[in-house]
């Protein structure tokens, strides 16, 4: 079986875990430190916070802004579900907005047509290591006023212009779980440039109490912090990041050329502007003219299923795009067109590092056969 995604530890995870647990810091400690360190300094960003994963720090970033009931935050409709439940958590509205339909991420436009007078927050996700059209998107927020969260938890170290993902806008969160580019078992980071919001965010982490002076609190708070030893295996992995990047350049680039002749496919669109370190491989169903399917999706939905299931068959683990918001019960969501196409449509075989090439071409020519199959 080739497992969709698997974490690669590479040796030293163990030797600084240990050292975690020898010592007498185990919950707080100093590889917390070095990873907030480590995480800011090579993404350019003023102030790291290691936080307990990539949900509670989306929480973070939106209590920091003080983004609650009344206030609207904007969101894509396909996306990975912590954005909206992340809002929905603190009080606030999502409002939802579709994806352009080549990136497959949040659409800038949609920014500009649903921002009203209670839009406090755009909150692009960056899904599968793309990134959004930040460009746009920064303008758009600018001309609005509206504060940006970047969730760059699919996104780390990919790079906008030579900006990584997460510090282009107000704030940018990550995920640190099993499956990420980097990984502390659970685990997440938020960044920021701005030294107030980090601030407040670090005393939001630790209880709303105040650094200077033990039990008391000015504000109500939340326990959200990373264990040393879960940021000691997140410091092993910092030290092969180089590694890490170069081999999902090279899975990447292996299933572009293995997939360029195969009909009834295309692949994620990157901008030019883009420089991906890829999170997830992603190839989305077309018409076999190249052509995106018009009409119903619940076909393309069930020919997707059936790939999948052949592909299971074949010993390949493969993921579906997310549901569409507009589908699930909590969202009171709108149908919004480009999301419901992406959610039915798209499918991700394996990505992780050590998927060796012969790997790849033996999925991308089961794939073939399963799109020959299903025609
Ligand atoms: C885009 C996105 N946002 C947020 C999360 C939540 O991260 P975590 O599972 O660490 O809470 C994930 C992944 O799980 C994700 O893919």
Redesign the pocket.
Known sequence: MIPWAQPKLFGNEEALVLDALRSAWISGGPYVERLEYEAAERMGVAEALAVS???TA?ELALRGLDIGPGCEVIVPGF??V??ANMVMAVGATPVYADVDPDTWLVDAAEIDRLAGPRTKAVLP?H?YGNIADMDAIMAVAEAHGLLVVE?A??AAFSRHRGRCAGTIGTVGTF???ATKTITSG?G?LVVTNDAELARRMRVLRDHGMRKDRRYWHDVVGFNFRLTNMQAALGCAQMEKLDEIIAERARIHARYRAALAGIGGVRLQHFAEATDPVLWAMTVQLVADDGTPYSGDVEPVRARRDAIMAGLLDDGIETRPGFYALSLMPPYDCPTLPNSLYASASILSPPTFPGLEDDAIDRICARLAHHLQKTS
Do not use: I, Y
């Open positions: 994963n990539g949900t989306l996306t990975f912590a954005a996700v899904l969730d938890a699919e995920s640190l779980h659970e997440g």
